[in-house]
């Protein structure tokens, strides 16, 4: 059996299933804030790697987002958040990924913050025209 035949096997697929579930937040919490925020900017390459994956990265991460607010850290954050779900856009080019984040930023109350969000995700509602500004 090639490699192809082994990412299809069934042990594989058990081994995915249980490790998927425990990838968005568990490392997005770690005791040295560092590695929690490096942990963040890494996750959009877990989410590239397949549609299960990638629906439960965004969605987890979409759960930090919101979740985050009563942490001392915050707004650091919702910025690697933010910066992780633009890369993973980038990546896979699916365009609900742009959504969450765009929905995720204008949860944000503080409009110092959402413009910093938004500015830093390179996201918009309507992409700009061919003839620049």
Known sequence: MGQLGQLQSPAFSRL???LVPL???AV??????????HCLLSLWKVGAAGAMQRRRVVDGLAGRFEE???EKNCTLIRFDIIQGLRKLY?????E??????LELIETEADLKYRKKYA???RLSRSPPSAHGR
């Open 16 to 18: 995915r299933n249980a």
């Open 23 to 25: 990838v968005p937040l």
């Open 28 to 37: 997005t919490r770690d005791e040295r804030f560092v590695t929690a925020r």
């Open 68 to 70: 985050c607010i009563a």
């Open 90 to 94: 980038d990546e896979v080019k699916e």
């Open 96 to 101: 609900t990924i742009r959504e969450v984040a």
């Open 119 to 121: 500015a830093s995700g």
